[in-house]
């Protein structure tokens, strides 16, 4: 079995990373009920003898002593790590796995990326390899955090950077949360596109995810159970319309449910990595198998159900209607229509009792409307996990390769564009050490490079669709 470990950036990276573990806790204890520390549980999770402070001796298959999950918390203000320890999850974690600051990066990219990247630098390779050393067979590293603010799009993707440094042969799956149109961060086009220059360069595989997207969800699931539908009710305390679990159930939050669903998606992704199935799909498979040219690595995300551990009282979807879910508008988690862009390849994992007959059959029906690019007509990979999501009989999620990402990518150039052509806030960004306005040029063509890969991809588009001559088998 082989580990992967989270580090989580910023505000953001630390909401949906304290999910992540909350809702993980939740599947583990759902399948392993004799509490036994065993390979699914290594994957994310140490069994530490708290009486040594270390990973025992022999401790491997044996009881659960104490749970530590494979993950470094850093933020540069306090407050959610803080409210993080205090909460349910506080035995989760140790003082050895944080890195916070007071002051925090002001919604300013220089200040993550340069002033705390410099001034943390040691500190967070020390607790990286740490945290490698208790891996016996490192596979992955996933970076969680936001694109508009600070600290999660600087820091976050200085720490991208120091990975490939450290860590040149692991994978780094990173997961993205850009902002919408309607932010609250001015700065937020700034920060994002500057940050797209690091994601472009550093990461294997990134997994963009829109504000916007998930809060359209988050109301469907509302209006859906306002209105009755198919009987539908939310049970008491759900994980997704609340906050129970984290650390303040009184007070909701804005942002718990659309957190419950990115957190959601990582379950998904990982499932592979931390429960036995049919068609296992390794993590770097996805990142092999997805990601034809270095540069494009953003991989459009859907996911059905969009609720999770029984939170809903909505019978199961059937089978197929959840396929054609997982390529309708509503399923995506940002706002694109893949079904009318180009696929340049295209995973699905599943989980539950699925067979791949049934895969197969789905991938057929499907495949007419889809359009693949001309060199990569058979481009699916597919995984089948075993292990359902708590709650349901199957789930899936669907990654796909597709062209269709960029208009998120044309709007936040857009968006810098209209702030950069009269530099307004550029002296918040100039004083900083280390940053000088090459890099905001630099971090514009960079994008802008990325958009026009895309534009020749597109341009491809209706072309004949030939399929390659097979040898004739005689009877």
Not at 165 to 184: A, C, K, L, M, N
Not at 468 to 473: E, S
């Amino acid at each position: 079995m082989t580990q992967s470990v989270v580090v989580q950036v910023g505000q953001c990276g630390n909401q949906v990373g304290c999910r992540f573990w909350d809702l993980a806790l939740r599947e583990h204890a759902a399948v392993n009920k004799k509490g036994i520390y065993d390979e699914a549980l290594s994957s994310f999770f140490r069994n530490v003898d708290t009486r040594s402070g270390a990973d025992g001796p022999g401790i491997y298959k044996g009881k659960i002593c104490s749970l530590k999950a494979r993950a470094l918390l850093i933020d540069m203000e306090e407050g959610v790590v803080n409210e993080i320890l205090q909460g349910p999850l506080r035995d989760v974690f140790d003082s050895k796995q944080l890195i916070t600051d007071v002051s925090g990066s002001g919604n300013n990219w220089a200040v993550g990326h340069k002033l705390y990247g410099c001034q943390y630098r040691e500190n967070i390779v020390e607790k990286l390899r740490k945290t490698a050393e208790h891996c016996d067979c490192l596979q992955c590293f996933f970076i969680i955090h936001s694109m508009g603010g600070g600290t999660g799009s600087g820091l976050g993707t200085f720490v991208l950077s120091l990975l490939e440094d450290e860590f040149p042969e692991v994978y780094r799956f990173v997961t993205s949360v850009y902002p919408s149109g309607e932010d609250d961060v001015i700065t937020s086009p700034y920060n994002s596109v500057l940050a797209m220059k690091e994601l472009n360069e550093h990461a294997d595989c990134v997994l963009p995810i829109e504000n916007e997207s998930l809060f359209d969800i988050v109301n469907k699931i509302h209006q859906m159970v306002s209105s009755g539908k198919l009987g539908s009710t939310v049970k008491q305390n759900s994980v997704v319309t609340s906050s129970a679990g984290s650390a303040k159930p009184a007070q909701e939050k804005p942002f718990d449910a659309m957190n419950n669903i990115v957190a959601n998606l990582l379950l998904n992704l990982t499932s592979s990595a931390r429960f036995e199935g049919s068609l296992n799909m390794d993590l770097n498979e996805i990142s092999m198998n997805l990601v034809p040219f270095p540069r494009l690595h953003y991989l459009v995300s859907s996911l059905t159900p969009l609720y999770t551990l029984a939170d809903v009282n909505v019978p199961s979807r059937r089978l197929d209607q959840m396929f054609s879910d997982a390529f309708s508008r509503d399923h995506q988690l940002i706002q694109a229509d893949p079904k009318h862009s180009l696929y340049l390849a295209c995973a699905l994992l599943v989980r539950g009792n699925v067979q791949l007959s049934d895969l197969r059959r789905n991938i057929e029906r499907l495949k007419p409307s889809l359009h693949f690019v001309s060199w990569n007509q058979e481009g699916w990979k597919t995984g089948l996990c075993s292990v359902p999501p708590v709650g349901h009989s199957h789930s899936l999620l669907a990654l796909a390769n597709n062209t269709c990402i960029k208009p998120t990518f044309t709007e936040l150039k857009d968006r810098f564009m209209k702030l950069y052509k009269k530099k307004a806030h550029l002296h918040h960004y100039l004083h900083i050490d280390g940053m000088e306005q090459s890099c905001f040029s630099e971090a514009l063509s960079s994008l802008s490079d990325l958009i026009e890969e895309y534009n020749e991809l597109d341009a491809t588009k209706g072309g004949p669709r030939t399929d390659p001559p097979r040898l004739k088998i005689a009877l």
